[in-house]
């Protein structure tokens, strides 16, 4: 059980254009999902954390209208990077919580931008 | 500031000793810690939970232990095998978040 999934798992995109990555709780309703973003080795930052039916928290440093985060459902939550620049390149991982205080990660998205 | 401190020098170990990983912390007074597994490329894994007023717990080969007055955890792996080479990462609750160490790689040779 608390299967966690994204997608896609890679992306490469062109500078200026948008990507959007799906996170899905496959077998549990996650009342909480994050969004991390994690540089090679380096800790996971988190980025924003997400409430379904409500707009999400952003951590200090995240442009909220540059990473847009919807969760629709409590099974779903997107992340769209908006007008992405190769410094927006990275692994961006996705995380589930269901009514306890562990997470569920999804296998993250790794994204480049040309 | 908050600061979750994990070695960042690999260990390396034999297959069937006892793997030993440090997480210390400043500045944080976490109602619990949590301990993931994280193999290249992919996302963590939950491993284990330890609550503030639990000094230790255990999963099969997997043992946590938790001192709030040292501010420190200690996460061990006996009779290690070489499949539980990964990154372990250790994290902190703070306020509904979770807040990670940068881990510690761990290399089990046979």
């Known amino acids: 059980g608390a299967v966690v999934s994204q997608h896609p798992s890679w992306v490469i995109c062109k500078s200026g254009t948008s990507v959007k990555i799906e996170c899905r709780s496959l077998?549990?309703?996650?009342?909480?999902m994050f969004w991390y973003r994690q540089f090679p080795k380096q800790s996971l930052m988190l980025m924003a954390t997400?409430?379904?039916?409500?707009?999400?928290?952003?951590e200090q440093g995240v442009e909220k209208d540059k990473f847009l985060i919807n969760h629709a459902s409590l099974t779903l939550s997107t992340l769209t990077v908006t007008s992405a620049h190769p410094e927006d390149s990275s692994f961006y991982i996705c995380?589930?919580?269901?009514?306890?205080?562990?997470?569920?990660f999804g296998p993250g998205t790794r994204l480049t931008v040309t | 500031s908050q600061k979750i401190e994990q070695n960042s020098e690999a260990l390396n170990i034999q297959e069937g000793k006892t793997a030993t990983l440090t997480c210390n912390y400043t500045?944080?007074?976490?109602?619990?810690l949590q301990w993931y597994r994280q193999d290249p490329g992919r996302g963590p894994v939950f491993l284990l939970l330890?609550?503030?007023?639990?000094k230790e717990k255990r999963k099969e080969r997997l043992k946590v232990t938790f001192d709030t007055t040292l501010k420190q955890s200690l996460f061990h792996i006996t009779a290690s095998q070489p499949a539980d080479s990964a990154t372990y990462l250790c994290?902190?609750?703070?306020?509904?978040?979770?807040?990670f160490g940068k881990g510690t790689m761990l290399l089990v040779s046979p």
């Open positions: 330890i609550r503030e007023n639990e």
């Open positions: 995380s589930a919580r269901p009514p306890t205080y562990e997470q569920y």
């Open positions: 994290a902190l609750e703070g306020y509904s978040t979770l807040t």
């Open positions: 997400s409430n379904e039916g409500s707009k999400a928290t952003y």
């Open positions: 077998d549990f309703q996650a009342t909480t």
């Open positions: 500045n944080y007074s976490p109602a619990y």
